[in-house]
Every structure is written in C-alpha cells, then in structure tokens.
C-alpha cells in the first residue's frame, strides 16, 4: 500500500515546481524560440516525478524509468535543437533547457523524500543559475586564466592536501602538527584572497574608505605604503589617505581577533576587549580625520585605485611556501626562546616579529605552539607584536609621505601602539 505524502511535501513541490517554472518562461520569453518546459511543465514533470517515486520508494524502479524517459525526451529535444540556426546564422541551443526539465522531474522525489530545505536550497540555486547568464558570462571574460587555476590549486590544497596531513607532532622541537600549520596557512590565506579580489572586481573597492578597509583584511602593512604614497603624489586626497591608513590598521585588530578566534576561543576572549577598544579607537581617529579631509577637499575629487595594495595573488604557491616556512620558522624560534628566556623570551620575540609578517606569530600562539603560558601572557606577546607592527607602519607613514602629509596617521598609530604595549604591560604582569 502506497504511504500518502506529507502535506508539507506535496505543498513544497508544487511551489517550488511553479517557481521553476515561472523562472524558465519568465527568461526564455525574452527570445522568438520555443523551448520545452514551463509554468504548467514542470509542475506536471514535478508531480510525476513524484508519484513515481511514490510507488517504490525503496528501489526506485519507476521513478528511474520515468527519469530515462524524461532524459531521451529531452536529448532528442536538444539534439533537433542542434540543428537550428537564429536569425544571426549561430546556433543558440541551450544545455540548460533539458538539465531543467530534468530538475523538474527529480524535483518530486526530492520534494517528497528529503528535508524541505533540499527542494527549496536546489530549486533557488537552479533560478539564479538561469537568471545570472549574463552576470556570470561576464565575470567568466573578466577572470584571466592564471587565477582560474589558482583557486584550483587552491582547492587542491584545501581537499585533498589538508586531510592527508598528519595531524600529530613529527619534531620535539615544537608541538604544532602538519596539519595545524596547514590549516593556518588556509585560513589566512582565504582572508587575504576575499580581500583581494573584492579590491581587484569590485568597483566600489577602488574609492573612498573601502580601499583601506580592504587593505586591512589583506595587509595592513601594504596598504599604509600605498596610501602614504598617495597622499605624498596627490595633495588633494591627503586627508582622506590618511584617514584610511588608520582605518587599515582598526580593521587589522579585527583581522587578529577573528583569526585568533578561528583556532583558540579562550584566547580570542581574552584579547577581545583590548583589541575591540583598540580598532574602536582607530575608527574614532578615522572618523575625525575623514572629517576634516571632507571640510577641505573638493566635491568632486575621487581616490585613486588601492588594487596595487593587494600586490600578487595570495593563493599562489609561491606566497603559500613562503607563508608555511615562517610559520614552522617561528615555532621553532618562540619555543626555542620560551624555553632558555621564559615569558620575557616571547615577548621580545613579538617586538621584533612586529618588523615583518604578524600572522605566523599569532597563529603559532593560538595554537599552542608555546606551551606552558597562560592566555594573559599569550593575549600580551600578541597586543605587543601587533604594537610593534603599528610603529612600523608609522615609519613607513612619515618615510614614503614625506612627513607632513601623514604626520597625523603615523601620530595616530604610534599612539595605539603605546596603548597597546599598556596593556599588554598589564596582561602579562610586566609592571610587577
């Protein structure tokens, strides 16, 4: 005896099979050609579907010879549509037509079988798909190869790279796994790439504020040195390059934060309120200094691109190797001096790590590749190498603004420098 459907099953294939179906005529009828499939189609493709299944819904026996049919339909369909020619003399037969009738008819099972969110997750997804040629045919010619094939890679290394790792100590001189270091590798690298890219393919992301902001999930660093350049070449956009060099470096407090909290949450807690209150007080800077630029600066100027701020790919192999061997590097150096200096040892260690890349550092900590150290301590070596990043980053200010045209970012940075040095002082008892 046939179980009767659910109620709620029944109601999600006929809505989610009309909505297809409003979806195909809504974009085919834009052209003269007729193409199977529609607002009655796949409603009635959907309910068969579903009796079918209905009617074995362990072996599936009709509802695979239904499916067959409905494939052979759809392939002589597609094949005569081969065939065709438009009024420019090129065939314009669309895959897509008989991949969505198929959806229709899979669409009952699904609707009947699965959690509702199957039905409705794979029915939008299908309509975006369809509603999107133009959009995604364009991001396609807009993309170059090379980056193609990094996100590849990329995936490579995420898929299949990553499992394989050994997720166990292979040396005694530090107890980060393979696999932990890889997965740092991942995560910041992911962060940097989603900045990228919006810096290179979104157009807002070369003007104004976002530029900064952008910069500051990439590299804080970097885009301190592009935008004190341009606030040195263009006297005009001054004010607002300098406001986005302290935005660059709050949103960077954000980017610790996030990343700590990604591997360690009882840390990220700690660090939480300092660093919250620092980025607050990089925003409040911000916020005044963009101020002042917009009471001096003409209504029509407009900043120039950041997207040289993002520098090279950060998926690529190369960035990735180099990313991989800091970070080993200075979980063999922070245990080394954890272990002949004590505490005092990291936290040096972090004043002169500042200099360079933070995030091998941070991440080692957020690990536990130094064992033996409370979470103050840990939060302190932290606050203290992101403090003295920003005290390189105020020389970078002075050096390639020329002084005076980002004098009040590099004030301003080597301010929240001191403030972070405070209370790290204070975390890690170093005023005891």
């Given at each position: 005896m046939i179980a009767p459907p659910s109620l709620t099953g029944v109601a999600v294939l006929l809505g989610m099979s009309l909505f297809l179906g409003l979806a195909f005529e809504d974009f085919f009828s834009r052209g003269n050609s007729r193409h199977p499939g529609?607002?009655?189609?796949?409603?009635?493709?959907?309910?068969?579907?579903?009796?079918?299944?209905?009617?074995?819904?362990?072996?599936?026996v009709p509802f695979t010879a239904g499916l067959i049919l409905v494939g052979l339909w759809v392939a002589i369909f597609y094949r005569q549509h081969l065939k065709d020619r438009g009024d420019d003399g090129e065939n314009h037969a669309a895959l897509i037509v008989p991949i969505l009738n198929i959806k229709a008819y899979v669409l009952g099972a699904i609707s009947l079988a699965l959690p509702p969110w199957v039905a409705v997750g794979t029915t939008v997804v299908a309509v975006l798909l369809l509603?999107?040629?133009?959009?995604?045919?364009?991001?396609?010619?807009?993309?170059?190869?090379?980056?193609?094939?990094?996100?590849?890679?990329?995936?490579?290394?995420?898929?299949?790279?990553?499992?394989?790792?050994?997720?166990?100590?292979?040396?005694?001189?530090?107890?980060?796994?393979?696999?932990?270091?890889?997965l740092a590798l991942v995560v910041v690298c992911t962060l940097s790439y989603a900045s990228y890219l919006a810096q290179r393919y979104w157009a807002a992301a070369a003007r104004g504020l976002w530029m900064a902001a952008l910069g500051g999930l990439y590299s804080s660093t970097a885009?301190?040195?592009?935008?004190?350049?341009?606030?040195?070449?263009?006297?005009?956009?001054?004010?607002?390059?300098?406001?986005?060099?302290?935005?660059?470096?709050?949103?960077?407090?954000?980017?610790?934060?996030a990343v700590v909290a990604f591997f360690n949450i009882p840390l990220a807690r700690t660090l939480a309120l300092p660093l919250c209150a620092l980025s607050l007080a990089g925003f409040l800077i911000c916020t005044l200094q963009y101020r002042q630029a917009m009471r001096r600066q003409p209504p029509n100027a407009q900043a120039t691109s950041l997207q040289s701020a993002a520098g090279g790919n950060p998926l690529e192999l190369g960035s990735a190797?180099?990313?991989?061997?800091?970070?080993?590097?200075?979980?063999?150096?922070?245990?080394?001096?954890?272990?002949?200096?004590?505490?005092?040892?990291?936290?040096?260690?972090?004043?002169?790590?500042?200099?360079?890349?933070?995030?091998?550092?941070?991440?080692?900590?957020?690990?536990?590749?130094?064992?033996?150290?409370?979470?103050n301590a840990l939060a302190a070596a932290i606050l203290i190498a992101a403090s003295s990043n920003n005290v390189l980053k105020a020389i970078y200010a002075a050096v390639f603004g020329g002084g005076r045209a980002t004098a009040?970012?590099?004030?301003?940075?080597?301010?929240?420098?001191?403030?972070?040095?405070?209370?790290?002082?204070?975390?890690?008892?170093?005023?005891?």
């Amino acid at each position: 005896m046939i179980a009767p459907p659910s109620l709620t099953g029944v109601a999600v294939l006929l809505g989610m099979s009309l909505f297809l179906g409003l979806a195909f005529e809504d974009f085919f009828s834009r052209g003269n050609s007729r193409h199977p499939g529609g607002i009655r189609t796949f409603p009635m493709l959907a309910v068969g579907g579903g009796a079918l299944y209905l009617l074995d819904p362990v072996h599936f026996v009709p509802f695979t010879a239904g499916l067959i049919l409905v494939g052979l339909w759809v392939a002589i369909f597609y094949r005569q549509h081969l065939k065709d020619r438009g009024d420019d003399g090129e065939n314009h037969a669309a895959l897509i037509v008989p991949i969505l009738n198929i959806k229709a008819y899979v669409l009952g099972a699904i609707s009947l079988a699965l959690p509702p969110w199957v039905a409705v997750g794979t029915t939008v997804v299908a309509v975006l798909l369809l509603t999107g040629r133009e959009q995604l045919h364009s991001l396609a010619r807009r993309v170059p190869l090379p980056e193609i094939v990094t996100a590849g890679e990329f995936l490579i290394l995420t898929g299949i790279v990553l499992p394989l790792l050994p997720n166990t100590p292979v040396t005694d001189l530090t107890t980060i796994t393979p696999r932990q270091a890889w997965l740092a590798l991942v995560v910041v690298c992911t962060l940097s790439y989603a900045s990228y890219l919006a810096q290179r393919y979104w157009a807002a992301a070369a003007r104004g504020l976002w530029m900064a902001a952008l910069g500051g999930l990439y590299s804080s660093t970097a885009t301190t040195v592009v935008l004190a350049r341009q606030a040195k070449s263009d006297h005009a956009m001054a004010g607002q390059a300098q406001a986005g060099i302290t935005l660059a470096t709050a949103i960077m407090y954000l980017r610790v934060l996030a990343v700590v909290a990604f591997f360690n949450i009882p840390l990220a807690r700690t660090l939480a309120l300092p660093l919250c209150a620092l980025s607050l007080a990089g925003f409040l800077i911000c916020t005044l200094q963009y101020r002042q630029a917009m009471r001096r600066q003409p209504p029509n100027a407009q900043a120039t691109s950041l997207q040289s701020a993002a520098g090279g790919n950060p998926l690529e192999l190369g960035s990735a190797a180099i990313f991989a061997a800091l970070f080993v590097a200075v979980s063999f150096v922070s245990n080394w001096a954890k272990a002949q200096f004590g505490a005092s040892g990291i936290y040096i260690l972090a004043a002169i790590i500042g200099v360079t890349d933070i995030d091998p550092f941070v991440l080692n900590l957020a690990q536990g590749g130094t064992a033996g150290m409370s979470n103050n301590a840990l939060a302190a070596a932290i606050l203290i190498a992101a403090s003295s990043n920003n005290v390189l980053k105020a020389i970078y200010a002075a050096v390639f603004g020329g002084g005076r045209a980002t004098a009040v970012s590099a004030a301003a940075l080597m301010a929240l420098a001191a403030v972070g040095i405070a209370i790290a002082a204070v975390m890690g008892g170093l005023l005891g």
